[in-house]
């Protein structure tokens, strides 16, 4: 086959950029190619080269990422008949063993605490939920806000650190929660106190305003719906960049304008580093 070659400048106005962000991948790494005059562009090694360009931005720290309203539901906690023949009601959620048996186990106080009436036979390797805490989804980075609804008014609630929420007494209290801790490490976790009240759990929403990280792009037709128009064209032009090092000798290319193509990558990423699509998170520990 052969490849009919057209250098663009770069302040061209022919350069290939997405006007519009509607696009798929596919759009992304046909844009790239144009650089090239290339009209056989959709591959699975361009889709590849795609994917490690974005994961090598996230692993110096840069997420895309967008800002969303997240609305939880609750149900009731679950109950459980304790060896003794009581009954118990769960206050942090977790995958029973033997430890957390109420009331055998070494550790049955840190899930379990006397109460309710609903209680069913207990169970090993069994998920157990409560009220006061849960996983929103894997890609939560951070929460911006909350506020808990009931009986139609929202009212807010307060974030707090790990340290504050480590300090706070019994956290078997039920009631209106009013404060949220958000842990971050390895699986976020959403800790409220106090817990929801069993007698009106169902009657509560949590809203939060969390932010979310990119989403994987690797299906072949997987909408970027996430990615913003500035962000797509730092993608478009890293993407030009590194396909051009691939074809230096076999395009004889001038290395003088793959370096134009390296620095105007670099000028786009920083252009949508330092916009409102692009975050820098960083974590603290502890």
Same mark, same amino acid.
């Given at each position: 086959?052969?490849?009919?070659? =057209?250098?663009?400048?770069?302040?061209?106005?022919?350069?290939?950029?997405?006007?519009?962000?509607?696009?798929?991948?596919?759009?992304?790494?046909?844009?790239?190619?144009?650089?090239?005059?290339?009209?056989?562009? #959709?591959?699975?090694?361009?889709?590849?080269?795609?994917?490690?360009?974005?994961?090598?931005?996230?692993?110096?720290?840069?997420?895309? $990422?967008?800002? +969303?309203?997240?609305?939880?539901?609750?149900?009731?906690?679950?109950?459980?008949?304790?060896?003794?023949?009581?009954?118990?009601?769960?206050?942090?959620?977790?995958?029973?063993?033997? *430890?957390? &048996?109420?009331?055998?186990?070494?550790? $049955?106080?840190?899930? @379990?605490? +006397?109460?309710?009436?609903?209680? *069913?036979? @207990?169970?090993?390797?069994?998920? #157990?939920?409560?009220?006061?805490?849960?996983?929103?989804?894997?890609?939560?980075?951070?929460?911006?806000?909350?506020?808990?609804?009931?009986?139609? +008014?929202? #009212?807010?609630?307060?974030?707090?650190?790990?340290?504050?929420?480590?300090?706070?007494?019994?956290?078997?209290?039920?009631?209106?929660?009013?404060?949220?801790?958000?842990?971050?490490?390895?699986?976020?976790?959403?800790?409220?106190?106090?817990?929801?009240?069993?007698?009106?759990?169902?009657?509560?929403?949590?809203?939060?305003?969390?932010?979310? &990280? %990119? =989403?994987?792009?690797?299906?072949?037709?997987?909408?970027?719906?996430?990615?913003?128009? *500035? $962000?797509?064209?730092?993608?478009?032009?890293?993407?030009?960049?590194?396909?051009?090092?691939?074809?230096?000798?076999?395009?004889? %290319?001038?290395?003088? $304008? *793959?370096?134009?193509?390296?620095?105007?990558?670099? +000028?786009?990423?920083?252009?949508?580093?330092?916009?409102?699509?692009?975050?820098?998170?960083?974590?603290?520990?502890?």
């Amino acid at each position: 086959m052969t490849v009919m070659m =057209k250098k663009i400048v770069l302040s061209d106005p022919s350069t290939p950029v997405l006007t519009e962000f509607s696009q798929v991948i596919s759009d992304i790494i046909q844009a790239a190619h144009c650089y090239f005059g290339e009209v056989t562009y #959709y591959n699975e090694k361009t889709k590849n080269l795609l994917q490690r360009i974005v994961l090598s931005l996230q692993g110096k720290g840069l997420f895309h $990422w967008a800002t +969303e309203e997240y609305v939880k539901s609750f149900s009731a906690p679950s109950e459980v008949l304790g060896s003794d023949g009581l009954n118990y009601t769960c206050y942090l959620g977790h995958t029973s063993s033997a *430890v957390t &048996k109420p009331v055998t186990g070494a550790n $049955w106080t840190r899930y @379990w605490y +006397e109460g309710g009436e609903g209680g *069913v036979a @207990w169970a090993t390797d069994t998920a #157990y939920t409560a009220t006061g805490d849960f996983l929103p989804d894997s890609d939560t980075l951070e929460i911006q806000h909350a506020r808990i609804r009931y009986a139609n +008014e929202d #009212y807010p609630v307060q974030l707090i650190s790990e340290f504050t929420y480590n300090e706070l007494p019994d956290k078997q209290i039920t009631g209106r929660p009013t404060n949220l801790y958000f842990s971050d490490k390895i699986t976020p976790r959403v800790f409220l106190y106090p817990q929801p009240d069993t007698n009106s759990v169902e009657d509560y929403l949590l809203i939060l305003k969390r932010t979310r &990280k %990119l =989403k994987n792009i690797a299906g072949d037709e997987a909408l970027l719906e996430d990615f913003k128009e *500035v $962000w797509a064209l730092a993608l478009i032009k890293s993407l030009a960049y590194h396909l051009a090092l691939q074809r230096v000798k076999a395009y004889n %290319l001038d290395l003088n $304008w *793959v370096l134009i193509l390296k620095k105007d990558a670099d +000028e786009a990423i920083l252009n949508a580093r330092q916009s409102k699509v692009i975050k820098t998170i960083q974590r603290k520990e502890g």
